[in-house]
C-alpha cells in the first residue's frame, strides 16, 4: 500500500479521478452488457440474483393479519387538472403483488388503495381499530410520500404499539432520510420486495428472525439509523403469481378516456428493470440496471387467467419499454393468435425500439395505442438527458407508428437545466406537428435526489437534500420544483407554455375530427365527454 502522506494534492486528485474514470468505464460496459441481454433475449451477464420460491411459505402465518395501505393521487393532482374527474386511478400493481405473497403466506390481508376508496385517515383509523393488524405496511413514490408521513404520524400517534413498514420507490432511494425524518415510521424496505415481505411477517409472527438478519429494509437500534445490505433480484419473473385481483376495490380504477377502446380494462407489468440512463429517472441505471421479463407464454396464461376471472376485454402494459425485445414481442403476438385471444393492448416503448416490421405486427395482434416519452424537441437537450435518440429518430418513430394505425400518446418535459423559452417552444412545435396523437402530456423537470439531473444541478438548490427530499413531496411533476437559469425570475413561462399548448392541441380541428371518426358506440360518447372534461381542466 501507499502512503498519501507522500503523495501531493494534485496528485491524489489526478488518481481519484483516474479510479472514478475506471469505475465509470466499467459501469458502462456492463450497462451496454445488460443493453445486449434485454435486446436479445439472452442472460450474458451473470449477477447474485436468486429464485423466488413460495412453496416454504404456504399458509406459515396462520391468519396474521396485515393492512397494506397505498396513498395514491387522485386523477387531478397527477395531472394538473382542475376539472373533477373519477376517471384514471391506476391498480397499484407493486403493493398487489406483495398483498398477494402474503395472502398465499397464509396471512388475512386487507388492501385500501385510498384515492381509490375515498378514504381519509379518521376511514383508517376505524378500520385499524376493528382489524387489529399485526403490522401496517405502506406503499410511497415521491408524490405521495408527503400524504404517506402524514398519515403515518396519525396511526402513530392513536396506535403507539402498532409497527408500520414503508417501502416503495421513495424508500428505495432515501432510506436514511425517511428514517431521520419520520419517527412514526419504524421500518423501510428498499428494492423488491417480495421476499423482504414475507420475511417482515416471520419476524412479526414468530419472533425469531431478528431484523438485523433481514435484508433489504433500515430500522434503528438504540437511537442508531441500520440500513442492512440490499437484497438480490429475483432471477426469473415467471416464478411469480399472478395478482389476486379481488383485493382492489370493484369499479374503482376506470382508465383515462385516451387509455382504452374496450372495458373490462385491466393493468400489467411484465418486466423489471431498465439499463438505460436518462438523467431524470432514478429507476435509470442506479437501481434497476438488469432488465428482466416474464416469458411471453406467462403473460398469455395470465391474460387468459384475467379474461376468465374477470371478463377483461383490454390490457394495458406499464413496462416502460415493452417493445425492447422483437423476438420476444413476436412470440406473444403469434400466441395471442394461436390461442384465439380477443383482446386489445396498449403499452409504452422508446422511439428507438421500433420498426415498421414490429409496428405492423403488433397492430395486427391488437395494440391500438403505444405511449412514448419523446421528452424534447431540441437535440441538445435530448443529449444532456442521456436519451440515447435524436429529434428525428422521435419525429420517425411516430410517422411509423401512425403509418401502422396505432394511435399515439406523447409525453414531454419542459425546465431543461440548459433549456432556454426559445427551446422550450421548438419542444412544443415539434409536439404540434407529431401525427396520431391521442394525448399529449407536459411535465416540468423534477430533479430527485439519486438521479444524475439532481447530482447536475445540486449546487444550483439553496438547500440541504433532506430539507429539498421533503420539498419534492409537497409536488408533482405537473408543478415548477426546480426554476432553470433561463427562466429565473419568470417562472410563469412554463406554466403559461403548458397551457397555450394544451388549447391549441386538445382544442384543434385536427384532433377533435381525429377523436370524432373513433366514436363506434354510446360508451365512446361518454368517453369523450370525460376526455373534453379533463382537456378543460388542463388547459384553462
Sequence with gaps: MFNHQFISKQHQQTLIMNINKLADTAAEHL???????????KDVTPDNSYKFDLTPWKNRFNGMRV??????LQTGVRFGTKA????????????????????????????????AEKMGSDD???VIEEFQPRFVAISCWSPTAKATFELTDIIKAKFKDLSIVVGGPHTTSFPEVTLKMKESIDIVAVGEGEHVILELAEHFYTGLLSLEDIKGIGYRENGELIISPTRPRISNLDDLPYTDRSHFKKDAYAPLPQRYKRLPHFNLVTSRGCPYKCTFCFEAGRFGLKFRSQSPQRVVDEIKYLQKE???Q?????????????KWIFEFCNLLEKENIDITWTCESRVDHVTPELLNRIAKAGCHSIFYGFESGVDKLLADM????TVEQNRRAAEWTAKAGIGIRASFILGLPRETPEDGQKTIDFALSLPNLDSLFISFAAPQPGTELYDDVKDEIKMEEHE??????KYTQFEVTYIAPAYKGQEHLLYEMRARTYRKFYFSFKFIWRQFKCIESFSDIVRYYHAVKLALGMAF
Design 468 to 473: 429539498y427530499i421533503d420539498e419534492l413531496t
Design 31 to 41: 450497462r451496454e452488457s445488460y443493453q445486449e441481454e434485454m435486446a436479445t433475449g
Design 314 to 326: 383490454e390490457i394495458h402494459f406499464w413496462d416502460d419499454i415493452f417493445l425492447v425485445n422483437k
Design 386 to 389: 442521456k436519451k440515447g435518440v
Design 310 to 312: 374477470f371478463g377483461a
Design 67 to 72: 393492512l397494506f395501505l397505498v396513498c395514491g
Design 124 to 126: 383508517v383509523l376505524e
Design 84 to 115: 373533477q374527474v373519477n376517471l384514471g386511478q391506476i391498480h397499484p400493481m407493486g403493493a398487489g403483488a406483495l398483498t398477494t405473497v402474503l395472502k398465499i403466506a397464509g396471512c388475512d390481508v386487507k388492501l385500501l388503495d385510498l384515492p
